[in-house]
Antibody, heavy 121, light 107 residues
Framework: EGQLVESGGGLVQPGGSLRLSCAAS????????MHWVRQAPGKGLVWLSR????????SYADSVKGRFTISRDNAKNTVYLQMNSLRAEDTALYYC??????????????WGQGTLVTVSS | DIQMTQSPSSLSASVGDRVTVTCRAS??????LNWYQQKPGKAPMILIV???SLQGGVPSRFSGSGSGTDFTLSISSLQPEDSATYYC?????????FGQGTKLEIK
């Protein structure tokens, strides 16, 4: 079925950097696109980025383009989100999710439990 | 970017009621529309894919419909455990935008 576990969150000053990790288990990791989604406290879900199974294709939301970089290491079954030039508005719970292709349709399942990033001085 | 607009933003209903949440896309997304349920302190969970395909383990009281720009999520007989926030998401084109969410409270 699959399990995802995020790590790497924490408190960082504005302008700082952080790298999030998402460790996958229970499925053939390299077969799946992976996504990052965030949720600011008390707010809704915001899609951030995705990476193809072999790492050859990536996409980003405009709000993070040029600041965040998604990557993966299929040997370690891990997807990463490198976050640079962090701003207060990046404070959120960050989720990774597998894109479990459903007959050609994208669906996010499963999700990790999230890792909290707080940007504050 | 494709904008997703949900309504209402919140609703309150009683056990046994039928409730409907609507989601409108700013342009046609064919049927590339997913619904998720999120309970407090938990990650979202997939309910419905491709506008109307109920995912495994999801109770049959949940259903989805629509295509193009207008979609609905219905719960036929509300149960206490359905108290949650519901999100639509378009998966037609990146960025895969979500609606703002509908918070469902059980009276």
């Amino acid at each position: 079925e699959g399990q995802l576990v995020e790590s790497g969150g924490g408190l960082v000053q504005p302008g700082g950097s952080l790298r999030l990790s998402c460790a996958a288990s229970g499925f053939t990791f390299s077969n799946f696109w992976m996504h990052w989604v965030r949720q600011a406290p008390g707010k809704g879900l915001v899609w951030l980025s995705r990476v193809k199974g072999d790492g050859s294709d990536t996409s980003y939301a405009d709000s993070v383009k040029g600041r965040f970089t998604i990557s993966r290491d299929n040997a370690k079954n891990t997807v990463y989100l490198q976050m640079n030039s962090l701003r207060a508005e990046d404070t959120a719970l960050y989720y990774c999710a597998r894109d479990g292709d459903y007959g050609g349709y994208s669906r996010f399942d499963p999700w990790g439990q999230g890792t909290l990033v707080t940007v504050s001085s | 970017d494709i904008q997703m607009t949900q309504s209402p933003s919140s609703l309150s209903a009683s056990v046994g009621d039928r409730v409907t949440v609507t989601c409108r896309a700013s342009q046609s997304i064919r049927n590339h529309l997913n619904w998720y349920q999120q309970k407090p302190g938990k990650a979202p969970m997939i309910l419905i894919v491709a506008a109307s395909s109920l995912q495994g383990g999801v109770p049959s009281r949940f259903s989805g419909s629509g295509s193009g720009t207008d979609f609905t999520l219905s719960i036929s007989s509300l149960q206490p455990e359905d108290s949650a926030t519901y999100y639509c998401q378009q998966s037609y084109r990146t960025p895969y935008t979500f609606g703002q969410g509908t918070k469902l409270e059980i009276k």
